[in-house]
């Protein structure tokens, strides 16, 4: 069988650690035969480990501790740490790699749960599991969630080609903030979380670019913003975000607009890779290997 897992667009601007986005590029695990010791074929560095030591099969044997043992193969679309959810998508695959071989007929929100627990937040890996725009909290050991779909729009992905650690991205945000710009920022939250459920991208857009939780401390540590932001709002855009902790930078617009946005942007010779997505809508899924 294969598991696949969609990368994720977490944050959203102001969606601090609560909402995110699937989107299409994928992280794939064939379950091959069964052997006598876990074996994970890749091609992703010898920095990733083949062996129980690898994430995936930490999840697995995590929630389920007496699996039988697989020869695996792990192909992935997700570079790793550029802000696209590559950990959570290998820990939602675990979870139902666990699923699937221990037979423990787990539920979206039994998995959505467990890898909140491991991951501790639900930004990237609730859309993981269900797809499309996912706004979740994790609050005193309690996940709530809600699945909304997307408003109709193209993905652009610029993804530089340099990692950023979310533990680096982290450390530039302030530890503290006084009530009153608590109050702001929530606000700003609130508007973009409604304009997202309404279906409309101009006032979301603009409340995306306005967050105050973290963008304002990261951007610094990626470069090529404010270029890229220039070139998409040359296009139209809606909004131009750091995906997840970064460097990844996302824009939303038009669907007319996208292609002559990535060919623009392509032409600046920035350091990285330009990329057009989709919303994924599906989420975790199992298909026969034959499929």
């Not at 006598?36 to 930490?58: F, K, R, V, Y």
């Not at 679309?77 to 939602?92: F, K, M, Q, T, Y």
């Not at 979380?193 to 105050?212: H, Q």
Request: aromatic share 6%.
């Amino acid at each position: 069988m294969k598991i696949i897992v969609p990368a994720t667009s977490a944050n959203v601007g102001p969606g601090f650690d609560s909402v995110g986005i699937a989107v299409s590029k994928y992280l794939t695990i064939d379950v091959l035969e069964a052997q006598e010791n876990w074996w994970i074929e890749h091609d992703l560095g010898e920095e990733i480990p083949s062996d129980e030591e690898n994430l995936l099969l930490q999840t697995a044997l995590q929630v389920a501790a007496d699996l039988p043992p697989h020869r695996l193969k792990m192909t992935s679309e997700v570079p790793l740490a550029r802000g696209l959810g590559s950990s959570s998508s290998v820990i939602v695959a675990g979870i139902e790699l666990a699923n699937q071989l221990g037979k423990l007929a787990l539920s979206d929100e039994d998995k959505l749960e467990i890898a909140t627990k491991i991951e501790g937040h639900p930004d990237n890996v609730a859309p993981a599991i269900f797809g499309n725009l996912v706004v979740a909290s994790y609050v005193d050991q309690q996940t709530n969630h809600l699945v909304l779909p997307f408003p109709e729009c193209a993905l652009v992905a610029f993804v530089p080609n340099y990692e950023l650690k979310t533990s680096d991205s982290r450390n530039v945000l302030p530890s503290e903030w006084t009530y009153k710009e608590a109050v702001a920022a929530s606000s700003i939250a609130n508007v973009a979380i409604a304009a997202l459920a309404k279906g409309d991208l101009r006032v979301a857009g603009k409340a995306i670019e306005a967050d105050r939780f973290h963008e304002r401390y990261r951007q610094q540590l990626v470069a090529e913003f404010p270029q890229v932001k220039e070139v998409a709002h040359q296009h139209d855009a809606y909004a131009t975000y750091l995906s997840g902790a970064g460097p990844t930078i996302m824009t939303l617009l038009p669907v007319e607009h996208a292609e002559a946005f990535a060919k623009d942007l392509e032409s600046k010779g920035l350091n990285g890779q330009v990329f057009s997505l989709k919303i994924d809508t599906t989420g975790v899924k199992v298909e026969d290997s034959e499929s």
